[in-house]
């Protein structure tokens, strides 16, 4: 099993275009701008969202394999108001709000039509359980004007610095070949499972890889000319913990194992 110190420290997507993109999640998602380069730029609490700009990009392929939604774990209901309240100031609008037992989220899409989610975790003592063990997340409709009194006033310009990736959905074109690469080749635990989708973990959270095939069933991957997903960086604490992973991936010495997953996607592994 993978060990459970696995935390993902960076997202890598391709925009198509640079500057209205981190305008968007300087001013909407409050994430403070870190490093820019020509054609790249780095943003958010410790530059976990790396933006690359494409030159002549296609529209985003709703229908292909790649990103679902990089999802942003807030440390309290109250910042996840904050951010609520920080999106209705600059008028931006929501796809959706949900209640999953373990998690209240938000959902919106940036400039590309790539997929976000703000969330706040529930205690963990307070998760829903299957009989199996499994968590039982669902989807429930979330009561905003309860979730906009966590948080009163007017929101920090910036998000809560203590606000991290906590997962990664993915479109998928097979979930059953993709939980054989997460669960089976890398030792992600699977921690819950719906029509068409799974979520597997590492140390019992409830999911830190999301995996569905909703409207991306045996779609190709997204091309490369069209904004998504370039790259995940996964962390851990030790490098004993990157050896189990060896046979997946390439070594780049003993500190980091890159991967692709079934359906093209990059993931790298460091300690």
């Not at 935390?7 to 997507?13: E, F, G, M, N, S």
């Not at 997929?115 to 669902?138: H, K, T």
């Not at 998928?172 to 939980?179: F, K, Q």
């Amino acid at each position: 099993m993978i060990d459970p110190s696995l935390k993902i420290d960076r997202v890598t997507l391709a925009v198509g275009d640079l500057d209205r993109s981190t305008d968007f999640y300087r001013r909407a998602l409050g994430m403070q701008v870190v490093e820019e380069q020509a054609g790249r730029a780095l943003l958010g609490p410790a530059g976990a969202l790396e933006l690359h700009g494409i030159e002549d990009p296609r529209p985003t392929e709703r229908t292909a394999s790649g990103l679902y939604h990089v999802a942003w774990l807030h440390p309290t209901r109250a910042a996840l108001a904050y951010s609520l309240r920080r999106l209705v100031k600059e008028g931006w609008r929501l796809d959706g709000a949900s209640d999953h037992g373990v998690s209240e989220a938000l959902y919106l899409s940036d400039p590309d039509g790539l997929g976000i989610e703000l969330y706040a975790d529930r205690p963990r003592e307070f998760w829903p359980q299957a009989p199996d063990g499994s968590v039982a997340m669902f989807t429930a409709p979330l009561d905003l004007a309860s979730l906009l009194d966590a948080g009163e006033g007017e929101p920090a310009p910036e998000i809560d610095p203590a606000t991290v990736i906590g997962h990664v959905h993915l479109k998928v074109a097979d979930v059953e070949r993709s939980l054989a690469f997460y669960r089976d080749a890398l030792g992600f635990e699977e921690r819950a499972a719906l029509p068409g989708a799974a979520f597997v973990a590492a140390g019992g959270y409830h999911h830190h890889v999301g995996l569905n095939a909703w409207e991306s069933r045996g779609a190709p991957r997204a091309a490369q000319d069209t904004p998504g997903l370039r790259n995940v960086a996964f962390s851990f604490a030790t490098a004993d913990a990157l050896a189990p992973l060896l046979a997946a991936g390439d070594a780049h010495g003993t500190q980091q194992v890159d991967v692709t997953g079934p359906d093209g996607e990059h993931l790298t592994f460091t300690a």
